[in-house]
Structure formats: C-alpha cells, structure tokens
C-alpha cells in the first residue's frame, strides 16, 4: 500500500515537471489546482495514467479525513470518444470512511444524464496520510479507448452540515488535454 502510494506521488511530480514539454498527448499527464476551497476535500491536483491494461486517475488534496462529518466525495468524468460530445463515463465516490464507489455510463456531466452502472473491473483506493484517492479502471470497462480525458469536480459539506463547498479542477466542466495509450 505505501509503496503504491509513494509510487504514485512519484509519477506526480515527474508528470507535473514533464507537462511544460510534453505533446499535447502523451501516456500521462498532471494537473494542478490552486488552493481555493475553505475545505480539506480542496483538490490540489489530477494525475492521469493511461497504461497497457488500465486508466488511472490519482487526485491529490488539502486534507482528506475519515470522518463522514466531512461528507467529501467527488466526480471523475471521463471522455473516451471525441465524435460523442462531453464525457462518457463518470467515476463517482466518497472519501470518507464507509463510502462507496461506483463506475456509470453517462451522456454528459449533469447527475440527472447518469445512466447504469458499467459492469468491468475499477476500484478506487483512499490514502489518508498522502491526501490522496487513486481510482484504477480497466481499459476492457470503458471500450479500450485510444485516448482519454477527464474532469474533475470535488465537494465537501461543512461541519456546521449548512452548506456544499465545491471544487472543480480548473474552470467548471473543463477537460484536461487527451492522454493517449
Ligand atoms: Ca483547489
Ligand atoms: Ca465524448
């Protein structure tokens, strides 16, 4: 488990550096995110890994706590095919402990436009002591395609229960630049 972790806060500094350089695809790519909400569920930046058999997505954070009190979950939305506008698929969780996860098929980024569940192999881990939630998908799940983008949205509830912070990475329902296989 540390040694996944570590792995990944690796490959996130190395993509971070790399991105200045890089084409506009490539087999991965880090996004970072200000410091901008006035909650620990704060995303700070997106990794995305397009490898052999799977995608993964590793978003970093302020300060990520077990708590239900925090009710911090967030979105990852997946575009796979550039013909079929806005994404086509969204990974859904909650970072709290006793959350659970869930892979669907959409037909853009509105909730009510989530559809059924895609029935392939993901999983999504949280790490705590790096602030961070890695979401592994099957290429198989999401039609093996040649390119992928995302966006990200987060949100927590204070702890006064009295409203939603919310956090999208960068402007809201804006992809990242297409990672390639
Ligand atoms: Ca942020
Ligand atoms: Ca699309």
């Known amino acids: 488990m540390r040694t996944t972790i570590l792995g990944a806060a690796t490959l996130a500094l190395a993509s971070l550096t790399l991105t200045h350089l890089a084409p506009a695809t490539a087999d991965a790519i880090g996004v970072t995110d200000p410091r901008d909400l006035d909650h620990g569920v704060d995303l700070r930046s997106v990794v995305v890994a397009h490898n052999a058999d799977n995608v993964v997505v590793t978003t970093t954070h302020t300060n990520l706590r077990p708590s239900w009190r925090t009710g911090s979950g967030g979105a990852v939305f997946l575009d796979t095919d550039e013909t079929d506008p806005g994404p086509e698929y969204v990974f859904a969780g909650g970072y709290f402990d006793g959350t659970d996860y869930q892979l669907l098929h959409t037909e ?19 790490g705590y002591d790096r602030d961070q939630v890695r979401m592994r998908i099957s290429r198989d799940a999401i039609g093996s395609p040649a390119q992928v983008r995302v966006a990200v949205r987060v949100a927590g509830t204070y702890p006064d229960g009295s409203s939603t912070a919310k956090d999208w990475l960068g402007e809201p329902r804006s992809l990242t630049e297409w990672v390639a296989q």
Do not use: K, L, N
């Open 108 to 126: 853009g980024f509105a909730t009510s436009s989530w559809g059924q569940p895609v029935e392939g192999s993901y999983r999504m881990r949280i």
